[in-house]
């Protein structure tokens, strides 16, 4: 994806050899199955090696295994136009100066028109060529850290990523924009929120599910509505801004503690869980929806805590689960286990046992809910209690995503038991919150504009 260099590797290069063709030939291939005619693309960094990818004359994509390939006939070549037409984004002292990071994703790519391959488009000139609109907002800087898409983010990404945010906060950035693929987006959101803390300035993290060649594409609308956010909002904390209701009237600002994405395709996918979220963005203006944020300021005081601890997981409980999976993870010197446990926090007793091992061996076991709305209430019952007494620390209404990265964040730091848990269960930003707001659950969390703008008249 980050790399349009024409080539293949692998099975698909040697594919490509055996028949003597190249990427950008025109082609006839053959397989068990009937044939296809189309132009060979470039795959993308992250593809696969078993397939070789032909952009056929409807415009569409299609991957075919190379072993099923039986012959390949070339009539041409046609090759891709890379260039993005590149304008010079304008420079204005009156404006505020954004950094935007570049890790991947959707976001950070768009197809050419006329073959179907995905192209980075990254520099500001390029923003400023296909999102025009960013130059009213900010002043603009790119740089780009990772050309990855998101599945393959990790703690070597998250310190990197903290490290650079704290020096760019440190040289005087107004804001920080980080594009980001969506698909673990909110794991990103929730490190950083514990790496990088008393940020002065926005941190804003921003994706598209729907790549920016395509007509519903949601890249400019979020990018726009970020880059304001990081520019021109008042909130200096990290945040996720994606499109919000199923119209695109505007983005939400979420809190990067309280976000998850929800939906595998929809564009309005980021919701707030627990909470409502922190604005709307559109390009006119910003509402903000709550004033518990922190404040913007002029000092550069950020501190940046890149700790991590690979040794944790998350462990999904479903019903039967066995002692030996918790067994299994302990004989593998997991250090830290996160149960997303059932109802208000529970699994089976079979697993008693195992998870008095398990905290007998010093590892860290928090209970978050896989419900995501609601607390973990572990008194209710008498199942919650006896799994407390066995050492299993109730997480309240963590999510159990941002339990993970905080407990790996912890875990990074130290081993004690009592200090891990101080660190647990002292909220660093809202990732627990002392209630839950009626109406977090339903307000601005994508409902159909016009019937939300009806209630308010009747509200009244
Ligand atoms: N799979 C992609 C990613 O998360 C999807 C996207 O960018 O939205 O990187």
Redesign the pocket.
Known sequence: MSDPTPGYRGIGKSTLDRFDVSVWSEVEVKTGNGGFKGIILPRSETADDRHIVLKLSTGYNVGVAADSITGITAHGRREANYKIPEKEFPFDAGKSNITLFGT????ASRLDYRTGAVIPAFSPGELYGSVPELADICNLTTEKLFG????NMGPEQYIRLAQRIGETIAEGVDGIVIG??????HHTAAILSFMVQDSPVPIVMV???RSSDRPSSDAAINLIAAVKAAAQSDIAEVSVCMFGPTSDQYCLLHRGTRVRKMHSSYRSTFRTIGDVPLATINPEKIDYLRDDYKRRRDDRNVKINPAFEEKVTILYYYPNMTPDIVDAIVDKGYRGIVIAGTGLGHVNKPLYPALDRAAAKGVHIYMTVQTLWGYVQMYVYETGREIMGLGVVPAANMLPEVAFMKLSWALGQTDDRDEVRRIMLTPVVDETTEREPYNGYLIFQGEIPEVQAFLRTIKR
């Open positions: 991947g994703g959707t976001i990855v898409f998101s599945e980001h693929g969506t698909d673990t987006m994706g598209s599910q």
